[in-house]
């Protein structure tokens, strides 16, 4: 006869190994399920949705910037003396544009913006803890500075400037390049910018929740990094969309001739009505921009938008686009490419709100020009040397 420990030793590795086989088949099972799409993942659905970098297809997800559990500190505080340092006290030398400067802080390159405490107070800064963050293609809110009577916006800094400085030879005009510069954007560059930036306006305006009208999209306000990827600036300086009919200040305060005036859709300059329709206007008019080189009010306050209804509508249409498009470009340029721009323009501008395309229809028509542009071995377009420089070439250490 068997000891009594004897049993009980066989009972134990009897147990042992009834359970390591009931754990080997109920994982093999659940791994069948898992393979088969049976078990939705709820918490991997909701983590790609916050690590979808860029949207490019129409989507009825939304994410709720209320309800995220993935908020993110990104907006930093800085001294002055912080900022003071990174500019060099501000030098002349470091000045991009206006009250903009090209700081270096921590050995990162920053675009630091003078302004005012009642600006910083209208920023929503809840909107910069997820969208800035996974999207690319909007400019990123490093940080503020706050402190007496002084006030900071510290941004990513975009090293190729304003889209506005490439299209309309702004270039030419800043101290840190010569006055001959002949920098320009082939036409792979303008197709593949306009995608980034419809790319942005999607996310906006179908994937947050609720939506978000930019309310200020223009080409002064689109920005280019290193390699030319193009990112919309002054995210999160209004409200997310909301109804009414008051005309906005600052549609008061453009006069016809201003450039500005030739971004605003005809319902924003008559009865105020602001939509992601009056952001796709806008849109529509830096397509025409990028297509022709003109801005958005020409000589004698006519609108470039108003320009193109009457070339597409023309009997020789062809004709005359090809007359209209930007000389920079030469002949290089697909000329079938650019009467789908034209015409996707032509659409984007209607006076009709109901009539304009949403921003996902705007990026399946441009994804589908970009897939088909010519590979950078076969583009034979030539740009200057000085078109791979930075707006600001002094580095501070």
Same mark, same amino acid.
């Given at each position: 006869?068997?000891?009594?420990?004897?049993?009980?030793?066989?009972?134990?590795?009897?147990?042992?190994?009834?359970?390591?086989?009931?754990?080997?088949?109920?994982?093999?099972?659940?791994?069948?399920?898992?393979?088969?799409?049976?078990?939705? !993942?709820?918490?991997?659905?909701?983590?790609?949705?916050?690590?979808?970098?860029?949207?490019?297809?129409?989507?009825?997800?939304?994410?709720?910037?209320?309800?995220?559990?993935?908020?993110?500190?990104?907006?930093?505080?800085?001294?002055?003396?912080?900022?003071?340092?990174?500019?060099?006290?501000?030098?002349?030398?470091?000045?991009?544009?206006?009250?903009?400067?090209?700081?270096?802080?921590? +050995?990162?390159?920053?675009?630091?913006?003078?302004? &005012?405490?009642?600006?910083?107070?209208?920023?929503?800064?809840?909107? $910069?803890?997820?969208?800035?963050?996974?999207?690319?293609?909007?400019?990123?809110?490093?940080?503020?500075?706050?402190?007496?009577?002084?006030?900071?916006?510290?941004?990513?800094?975009?090293?190729?400037?304003?889209?506005?400085?490439?299209?309309?030879?702004?270039?030419?005009?800043?101290?840190?390049?010569?006055?001959?510069?002949?920098?320009?954007?082939?036409?792979?560059?303008?197709?593949?910018?306009?995608?980034?930036?419809?790319?942005?306006?999607?996310?906006?305006?179908?994937?947050?929740?609720?939506?978000?009208?930019?309310?200020?999209?223009?080409?002064? &306000?689109?920005?280019?990094?290193?390699? $030319? !990827?193009?990112?919309? +600036?002054?995210? +999160?300086?209004?409200?997310?969309?909301?109804?009414?009919?008051?005309?906005?200040?600052?549609?008061?305060?453009? &006069?016809?001739?201003?450039?500005?005036?030739?971004? $605003?859709?005809?319902?924003?300059?008559?009865?105020?009505?602001?939509?992601?329709?009056?952001?796709?206007?806008?849109?529509?008019?830096?397509?025409?921009?990028?297509?022709?080189?003109?801005?958005?009010?020409?000589?004698?306050?006519?609108?470039?938008?108003?320009?193109?209804?009457?070339?597409?509508?023309?009997?020789?249409?062809?004709?005359?686009?090809?007359?209209?498009?930007? !000389?920079?470009?030469?002949?290089?340029?697909?000329?079938?490419?650019?009467?789908?721009?034209?015409?996707?323009?032509?659409?984007?501008?209607?006076?009709?709100?109901?009539?304009?395309? !949403?921003?996902?229809?705007?990026?399946?028509?441009?994804?589908?020009?970009?897939?088909?542009?010519?590979?950078?071995?076969?583009?034979?377009?030539?740009?200057?040397?000085?078109?791979?420089?930075?707006?600001?070439?002094?580095?501070?250490?």
């Amino acid at each position: 006869m068997w000891e009594p420990r004897v049993y009980i030793t066989l009972s134990v590795l009897a147990f042992i190994i009834f359970v390591a086989l009931a754990a080997s088949t109920t994982y093999l099972i659940l791994k069948r399920i898992l393979h088969q799409g049976s078990l939705p !993942n709820k918490s991997v659905d909701l983590e790609l949705r916050h690590l979808s970098l860029s949207v490019r297809t129409l989507s009825e997800n939304k994410i709720s910037f209320e309800s995220s559990s993935h908020k993110l500190t990104v907006v930093e505080t800085f001294t002055e003396d912080e900022l003071t340092t990174a500019t060099a006290n501000f030098s002349s030398t470091n000045l991009i544009d206006e009250n903009v400067y090209h700081g270096r802080h921590k +050995g990162k390159n920053l675009a630091i913006k003078r302004t &005012n405490h009642h600006t910083i107070s209208k920023i929503k800064f809840d909107l $910069f803890h997820d969208a800035t963050y996974f999207h690319p293609n909007i400019l990123k809110l490093l940080g503020t500075c706050k402190e007496s009577d002084s006030a900071f916006l510290v941004f990513e800094y975009a090293k190729n400037g304003s889209l506005k400085d490439w299209i309309h030879g702004g270039l030419a005009m800043k101290s840190h390049f010569i006055a001959s510069c002949q920098c320009f954007l082939t036409w792979n560059q303008r197709a593949r910018i306009c995608l980034d930036v419809a790319t942005a306006l999607q996310y906006m305006h179908q994937i947050m929740s609720p939506s978000y009208v930019h309310r200020n999209i223009k080409s002064r &306000n689109i920005f280019l990094d290193e390699e $030319f !990827n193009a990112k919309i +600036g002054n995210f +999160g300086m209004e409200d997310c969309v909301k109804d009414g009919n008051d005309i906005p200040e600052e549609v008061n305060k453009v &006069n016809t001739i201003s450039w500005d005036n030739g971004y $605003f859709a005809p319902e924003l300059k008559s009865s105020g009505t602001i939509s992601t329709s009056t952001d796709i206007y806008a849109f529509g008019v830096v397509l025409l921009e990028m297509l022709s080189g003109k801005p958005p009010v020409e000589e004698g306050g006519v609108l470039l938008c108003e320009k193109i209804k009457f070339l597409l509508e023309s009997s020789d249409a062809g004709a005359k686009l090809r007359e209209w498009m930007d !000389n920079v470009l030469g002949e290089d340029y697909s000329f079938d490419a650019a009467i789908v721009l034209a015409n996707l323009a032509r659409s984007c501008v209607e006076d009709d709100p109901c009539l304009r395309p !949403n921003a996902g229809e705007v990026v399946q028509k441009l994804s589908k020009l970009v897939v088909d542009l010519p590979g950078e071995e076969e583009e034979q377009f030539t740009v200057s040397e000085s078109s791979s420089k930075p707006l600001v070439e002094q580095s501070l250490h």
